[in-house]
């Protein structure tokens, strides 16, 4: 008897494992990437402030994915900089009509400045996903 229920327990766990398999399998097979009108648009806001030394880097590794241009807006907000921030992204920004430029010069006294940046720019998203 406990013979038979270890027999039967074995066969289901050896189903079970054949149906992972299975599934990673046709996980592997599946084509690779979807179409582009299939992906969401995506709106990407970097807040930055006296950022001249990292918002290269940055801006850089945000124009590199391989998300479809047209489906990807990326906006970099320049709280207030003192530097050459915005200067970078501007530059930077040339050919690459996906990336823009947001310049604050004031901030209200009631907020919070990195709030207020990242309220612009999303109040600049065109994206279905933030």
């Known amino acids: 008897m406990a013979g038979t229920v270890f027999s039967i327990a074995l066969i289901a766990l050896g189903g079970?494992?054949?149906l992972?398999?299975?599934g990673l399998l046709l996980g592997l097979l599946r084509k690779e990437g979807a179409r582009s009108q299939d992906r969401p648009s995506v709106s990407?806001?970097?807040a930055a402030r006296n950022e001249e030394r990292?918002?290269?880097r940055c801006v850089a590794a945000l124009l590199a994915q391989d998300y479809p241009r047209d489906r990807l807006q990326i906006?970099?907000?320049d709280d207030r900089s003192e530097d050459?921030?915005?200067a970078i992204v501007e530059r930077m920004a040339v050919g690459h009509?996906?990336?823009e430029l947001v310049r604050l010069t004031s901030c209200p006294s009631n907020?919070?400045?990195k709030k207020h940046a990242i309220a612009a720019g999303v109040a600049r998203c065109r994206g279905e996903v933030v």
Do not use: N, R
């Open 84 to 86: 050459a921030t915005a």
């Open 16 to 18: 079970v494992f054949a």
């Open 111 to 113: 907020w919070s400045p």
């Open 75 to 77: 906006i970099i907000v």
């Open 44 to 46: 990407v806001v970097v």
């Open 54 to 56: 990292q918002i290269g």
């Open 20 to 22: 992972f398999l299975l």
């Open 97 to 99: 009509e996906h990336l």
